[in-house]
């Protein structure tokens, strides 16, 4: 099928179609199909076109997920390593706290040490120089880090009697003489008795305390008489409430007769090294 135009204009049009007509004429069907396959041709890239918007959007929501997730990790990060600084901080002063308590700790020994060779050695000290008495009368032992001089009625008084025999203060002499110039020792004087109470009418006694302390500041006095700086030493009376045998023959009751002169190695050092705990 030729088309003609009856105007100037469709004479060039008619050219144009005469060179078209040089090289084929182009059916309406094949036109139809053309222009169909240019129809499918636009939409496919308005939809490739949609899908590239779509997917260029997503692109960027996806970086701009990866940077807050970023920026979240690298703030994460940050305070992990400040918790890190801060954990490492902590643990160098408690390892340096560890290490005085250590030193402290090893301090205390070493004085616990001294003062346990100081009570060896002053055990010894009193010991020789009491070794000429009745080992009935006379002991001398060491118990929770202190030296006990125990001494018998039967050394020291007569019954109910506070003023110490002849003998007795020979040994009390020998006691001062071994522990003088030694101030780091407190002497404790406990006096003990029976339960047998004091004859009634006995002057200047109601009971077994009485009796007790009277003869602990006895020998006290025999003691500071003897050299012994009377701050160092302590009298005390304990009656018959701490007994080492039961009250139920002659022979325990004289056991429970009897004044404990208590050595106590003075622990100031120690207790300012637990005052800095």
Same mark, same amino acid.
């Given at each position: 099928?030729?088309?003609?135009?009856?105007?100037p204009f469709?004479?060039?049009?008619?050219?144009?179609?005469?060179?078209?007509?040089?090289?084929?004429?182009?059916?309406?069907?094949?036109?139809?199909?053309?222009?169909?396959?240019?129809?499918?041709?636009?939409?496919?890239?308005?939809?490739?076109?949609?899908?590239?918007?779509?997917?260029?959007?997503? $692109?960027?929501?996806?970086?701009?997920?990866?940077?807050?997730?970023? +920026?979240?990790? #690298? /703030?994460? &990060? =940050?305070? *992990?390593?400040?918790?890190?600084?801060?954990?490492?901080?902590?643990?160098?002063?408690?390892?340096?706290?560890?290490?005085?308590?250590?030193?402290?700790?090893?301090?205390?020994?070493?004085?616990?040490?001294?003062?346990?060779?100081?009570?060896?050695?002053?055990?010894?000290?009193?010991?020789?120089?009491?070794?000429?008495?009745?080992?009935?009368?006379?002991?001398?032992?060491?118990?929770?880090?202190?030296?006990?001089?125990?001494?018998?009625?039967?050394?020291?008084?007569?019954?109910?009697?506070?003023?110490?025999?002849? $003998?007795?203060?020979?040994?009390?002499?020998?006691?001062?003489?071994? +522990?003088?110039? #030694? /101030?780091? &020792? =407190?002497? *404790?004087?406990?006096?003990?008795?029976?339960?047998?109470?004091?004859?009634?009418?006995?002057?200047?006694?109601?009971?077994?305390?009485?009796?007790?302390?009277?003869?602990?500041?006895?020998?006290?006095?025999?003691?500071?008489?003897?050299?012994?700086?009377?701050?160092?030493?302590?009298?005390s009376g304990?009656?018959?409430?701490?007994?080492?045998?039961?009250?139920?023959?002659?022979?325990?009751?004289?056991?429970?007769?009897?004044?404990?002169?208590?050595?106590?190695?003075?622990?100031?050092?120690?207790?300012?090294?637990?005052e800095q705990?």
């Amino acid at each position: 099928m030729k088309y003609f135009l009856a105007s100037p204009f469709r004479t060039v049009v008619h050219g144009a179609f005469l060179v078209i007509s040089a090289t084929g004429c182009v059916s309406q069907k094949k036109y139809a199909a053309l222009q169909t396959q240019y129809t499918d041709a636009t939409r496919s890239r308005d939809q490739l076109q949609t899908e590239k918007t779509a997917l260029q959007e997503e $692109k960027a929501r996806s970086e701009e997920a990866l940077r807050t997730s970023l +920026l979240t990790k #690298n /703030q994460q &990060v =940050n305070q *992990l390593n400040a918790s890190l600084s801060g954990a490492q901080q902590e643990n160098s002063q408690l390892s340096a706290d560890l290490r005085g308590k250590e030193q402290r700790i090893a301090e205390m020994q070493r004085i616990l040490d001294q003062k346990d060779a100081a009570v060896k050695a002053l055990r010894q000290k009193v010991g020789d120089a009491l070794l000429g008495f009745n080992a009935q009368d006379l002991q001398v032992n060491v118990r929770n880090g202190k030296v006990y001089v125990s001494l018998s009625e039967q050394l020291l008084f007569k019954s109910g009697s506070t003023k110490v025999d002849p $003998k007795g203060q020979e040994a009390l002499s020998k006691l001062a003489t071994a +522990l003088k110039g #030694n /101030q780091d &020792v =407190n002497v *404790l004087v406990e006096g003990h008795t029976d339960n047998v109470p004091v004859a009634k009418g006995t002057a200047g006694m109601r009971d077994n305390w009485d009796l007790s302390v009277l003869r602990a500041t006895e020998i006290t006095r025999i003691l500071t008489q003897a050299g012994l700086p009377a701050s160092q030493v302590t009298p005390s009376g304990r009656a018959q409430y701490v007994p080492v045998a039961q009250n139920d023959t002659p022979t325990n009751k004289a056991l429970n007769r009897r004044t404990e002169i208590i050595l106590t190695p003075k622990l100031d050092e120690l207790f300012q090294i637990l005052e800095q705990n």
